[in-house]
């Protein structure tokens, strides 16, 4: 079956670095597209950054451009979100996400989600 | 950037009545609009896609509605686990990808 698992997450102060990891498996990694989706603690879902399944495309979210890095290694059929700079606002668990088609990327929902890890910034 | 608005915040519904979740976005999305169950603690989980496709293995109480602009989802008959956080999100125009706030239903 087709599992996504996140870890990585921590406590951090601001400024520093961090490198989430999402484990994937049950599903041919390198035909599927993949996103990092947050939620800051009570809040609503905020999507961070894509990787197309060929790894030609990124995207980033404003709030994220130039600290956050999206990649992928299908070796390890694994996708990893580095973050640097990192600030109180990115406070939240942290979501992988498989878009529900194969080798595309855009126009699909998202169909299966890690159950996050969560990266707290605090002095 | 397409914004995405839902209503209510929160919807209170006796178990076995309907429940009525609305999402509105600011621009056409046609029908790339999906629906998200979120429960305490869990991970989001595709409910509909297409706006109105149900994902693998969800119950036939949810359907989904709409395209444009006006999207609905219907829980016909409300079970006491679908108490969770409901988002849309819409994948028509990106980047970003964007959700709705979240509609959290109750049980009465």
């Known amino acids: 079956q087709v599992q996504l698992v996140e870890s990585g997450g921590g406590i951090v102060q601001p400024g520093t670095s961090l490198t989430l990891s999402c484990a994937t498996s049950?599903?041919?990694?390198?035909?599927?597209?993949l996103h990092w989706v947050r939620q800051a603690p009570g809040k609503g879902l905020e999507w961070v950054a894509i990787?197309?399944?060929?790894?030609?495309?990124?995207y980033y979210a404003d709030s994220v451009k130039g600290r956050f890095t999206i990649s992928r290694d299908s070796s390890k059929s694994t996708l990893y979100l580095q973050l640097n700079s990192l600030r109180a606002d990115d406070t939240a668990v942290y979501f992988c996400?498989?878009?529900?088609?194969?080798?595309?990327?855009?126009?699909?929902?998202?169909?299966?989600w890690g159950q996050g890890t969560l990266v707290t910034v605090s002095p | 950037e397409i914004a995405m608005t839902q209503s209510p915040a929160t919807l209170s519904v006796s178990p076995g009545e309907r429940a009525t979740l609305s999402c509105r976005a600011n621009q056409s999305v046609d029908t790339y609009l999906a629906w998200y169950q979120q429960k305490p603690g869990q991970a989001p989980r595709l409910l509909i896609y297409?706006?109105?496709t149900r994902a693998t293995g969800v119950p036939a109480r949810f359907s989904g509605s709409g395209s444009g602009t006006d999207f609905t989802l219907t829980i016909s008959s409300l079970q006491s686990e679908d108490l969770a956080v409901y988002y849309c999100?819409?994948?028509?125009?990106?980047?970003?990808?964007?959700f709705g706030q979240g509609t959290k239903v109750e049980i009465k």
């Open positions: 999100q819409q994948y028509d125009n990106w980047p970003p990808w964007t």
């Open positions: 990787i197309s399944f060929d790894a030609s495309n990124k």
């Open positions: 996400a498989r878009e529900g088609s194969q080798n595309t990327y855009g126009y699909k929902a998202f169909d299966y």
């Open positions: 049950g599903f041919t990694f390198s035909s599927y597209t």
């Open positions: 297409g706006a109105s």
